[in-house]
């Protein structure tokens, strides 16, 4: 069975520093991946997706995450990061053979001023 | 224009009663989903719909019903509600069912009491 896993509940970083949330994910074969964001009480944004190619893929809003097949790893990065970045991000897996998204938990991210 | 549309955004009613939540989307999607959000934020798939046909259907009680009239709409019908069906729940929409991103819905606020 396929599976998401988001190991921190809460990242804290301050404006200006860079910002990584860890996401790495159990599938059998090539999943495509996705990163997600929800403001609150708002519904879930697209940020980026890894289909193929290139294992850094550059997303919305100064996002990008590194595909790391070795370690099945599909972290999120942002070199600076914004107080307007505080938000709860979901990574998500779509593993082939397969046609809905499986979430991770969420991580919040907190950027203090 | 709101791409993914749901009413109501806030529903509160009393255990046993029956609603609904509409969704709507004007992105010209064939592929429509129902997503389920608990308390602890984790995000599970309920439903998925390609071009009116009902593809997914999770582990979800036989008191949810969903209805697609067209592939604009996927409505979600729920009988004799019950205190754990407090959540948020969410629509979105998708081009196809691999390789896409979803569209989500602002969410639809569920609190039975």
């Known amino acids: 069975a396929q599976s998401v896993a988001q190991p921190e509940d809460q990242v804290n970083v301050a404006e200006g520093n860079p910002l990584t949330v860890k996401c790495t994910y159990s599938?059998?074969?090539?999943?495509?991946l996705f990163w997600y964001v929800q403001y609150p009480n708002r519904g879930l944004q697209f940020l980026l997706k890894?289909?193929?190619?290139?294992?850094l893929v550059k997303g919305s809003y100064g996002f990008e995450a590194e595909f790391n097949k070795s370690q099945t790893s599909f972290h999120l990065k942002k070199p600076s990061a914004l107080v307007s970045d505080s938000a709860l991000y979901f990574c998500?897996?779509?593993?082939?053979?397969?046609?809905?998204?499986?979430f991770g938990k969420g991580t919040m991210l907190l950027v203090s001023p | 224009d709101t791409a993914v549309s749901q009413t109501p955004k806030y529903l509160v009613t009393q255990m046993g009663n029956d609603k609904s939540i509409k969704c709507e989307q004007n992105?010209?999607?064939?592929?429509m989903y129902w997503y389920k959000q608990d308390s602890k934020k984790f995000l599970k798939i309920m439903f998925s719909?390609?071009?009116?046909?009902?593809?997914i259907n999770e582990t979800v009680p036989n008191r949810f019903s969903p209805k697609s009239p067209d592939k604009a709409h996927l409505n979600l019908h729920i009988n004799s509600l019950e205190l754990g069906d407090s959540a948020v729940y969410f629509c979105?929409?998708?081009?196809?069912?691999?390789?896409?991103?979803?569209?989500f819905g602002q969410g639809t606020r569920l609190t039975v009491v």
């Open positions: 719909y390609n071009n009116k046909e009902l593809i």
């Open positions: 599938v059998s074969g090539n999943p495509y």
């Open positions: 890894y289909i193929t190619g290139d294992n």
């Open positions: 979105a929409s998708s081009q196809g069912q691999l390789n896409t991103e979803a569209f």
């Open positions: 998500a897996v779509l593993p082939l053979g397969y046609s809905t998204l499986t």
């Open positions: 992105l010209g999607h064939d592929t």
